[in-house]
Each structure stands twice: as structure tokens, then as C-alpha cells.
């Protein structure tokens, strides 16, 4: 079964850290370019960033462009993401997802296979 | 950024109803437009993609259209397990932006 399960969530202080991870069952995980995606508390779906198949090339939104980090290690078919600096407004539930499309054109099909999300809650 | 607008934003229906919801980008984006449904607590599912293919496994009553801007996802005959919100997605260009949902209610 295709499958991707996130884990590290938790509740952390206003300029704390916290890595996810996300780990990736059922096909060839080096095959597929990885994105993380949020949703926050009565709010819609937020792309947050994006990792290429061997993880040579990454992209962020400006929201959090500085302050978080995506990676990964295909040898675990796992996806990393490493917030630090975190603020009120990273608050939400943070989903892994895969890009459909093949190298050429990976977000031209979607993202169709997501996680069931890990909760990050920052709070004092 | 790209943006992109839903309308309406949430929309009553009974089962049986015709849907319809559309998705506005502020610029052109060919034919690079997704839907996906959203329910509680669950994964998104991905829908449509290419404005208009239907992904495996997703049921027929499902269509999606338009190109440039404008674009519209129609739900034929409504069940009741359509009742969800649902978002479009360009994927044109980085920053993939989504729209802001539209929320299906009975």
C-alpha cells in the first residue's frame, strides 16, 4: 500500500524548534520530488516547501523561507522538515505529500499521495 | 504569487443537486489547475488534474473545465460523500497557491 506517515508534531514555545518527519511506504521513494503542506486552525491548504527526487534542489514560501529546512534521506524513504524560529501563526496541522509527476514535470499532475498530518501547535 | 479565488465559499446542496464551484487565477495558467476534496480529519484527495483529467478511482460525477483563468469543477449528481470542502491548486509556477476552499454542506 502506497503510504506516507508523518510524525514529530508536538507544542513548543514561540522561537522553539521542532523537526517532522515523514516516512514513505509502498513505492520507490527516490522516484518523487516530496512537498510539506499546512493547514492552519479554521484556515485553507498552505504550501510550505518542496524537495526534488535526490534533494539537490529545494524551494520555500516566503512565510517561512529562513526559518524552516526540508530534506531528506532516500536510503530511509523519509522526509525531514526542521522548524526553528517558530512563531503563533506556524500553528497547524503540516502534511507530507507527493509531487505526481515524473521529473520533467512533477507538479503538473498534483500532489496524490498525502499523510494524515502531524499537529505543530506553538504556544507560551 | 499566483492568486487564486473560489467562489462561492461555501454552497448548501441536498443530494441528487448539480454542483458547481469556480476557481479564478489572477493570471494566466494554461491548463496547470488541481482540485482536491478535503474532509475532517482526513488526507486530501487529489481529484482532477490538467484542469479536466480525472484521477484513478475518482468517480465519474466529477469533471473539471476551463483554461487561461477560469476554471470550474462540477459535481453531477451530489452523494453523500461528496460533502466536503474543496480547493484548487495552480501548478504552474512556484509558489503553488492554493484557493481558499469552498466548503459543500448539506
Known amino acids: 500500500e502506497v503510504q506516507l506517515v508523518e510524525s514529530g508534531g508536538g507544542v513548543v514555545r514561540p522561537g522553539g524548534s521542532l523537526r517532522l518527519s515523514c516516512v514513505a511506504s509502498g513505492f520507490n521513494f527516490d522516484d518523487y520530488d516530496m512537498t510539506w503542506v499546512r493547514q492552519a486552525p479554521g484556515k485553507g491548504l498552505e504550501w510550505v516547501c518542496d524537495i526534488n527526487s535526490n534533494g539537490a534542489s529545494t524551494g520555500y514560501a516566503d512565510s517561512v523561507k529562513g526559518r524552516f529546512t526540508i530534506s531528506r534521506d532516500n536510503a530511509k524513504n523519509s522526509l525531514y522538515l526542521q522548524l526553528n524560529s517558530l512563531r503563533a501563526e506556524d500553528t497547524a496541522l503540516y502534511y507530507c505529500?507527493?509531487?505526481?509527476?515524473?521529473?520533467?514535470?512533477?507538479?503538473?499532475?498534483?500532489?496524490?499521495?498525502w499523510g494524515q498530518g502531524t499537529t505543530v501547535t506553538v504556544s507560551s | 504569487d499566483i492568486q487564486m479565488t473560489q467562489s462561492p465559499s461555501s454552497l448548501s446542496a441536498s443530494v441528487g443537486d448539480r454542483v458547481t464551484i469556480t476557481c479564478r487565477a489572477n493570471q494566466s495558467i494554461s491548463n496547470y489547475l488541481i482540485w482536491y476534496q478535503h474532509k475532517s480529519g482526513k488526507a486530501p484527495k487529489l481529484l482532477i488534474y490538467?484542469?479536466?483529467s480525472l484521477q484513478g478511482g475518482v468517480p465519474s460525477r466529477f469533471s473539471g473545465s476551463g483554461a487561461g483563468t477560469d476554471f470550474t469543477l462540477t459535481i453531477s449528481s451530489l452523494q453523500p460523500e461528496d460533502f466536503a470542502t474543496y480547493y484548487c491548486?495552480?501548478?504552474?509556477?512556484?509558489?503553488?497557491?492554493f484557493g481558499q476552499g469552498t466548503r459543500v454542506e448539506i
Open positions: 490538467a484542469s479536466f
Open positions: 505529500a507527493r509531487a505526481a509527476g515524473g521529473s520533467s514535470s512533477p507538479y503538473y499532475y498534483g500532489m496524490d499521495v
Open positions: 491548486q495552480q501548478s504552474y509556477t512556484a509558489p503553488w497557491t
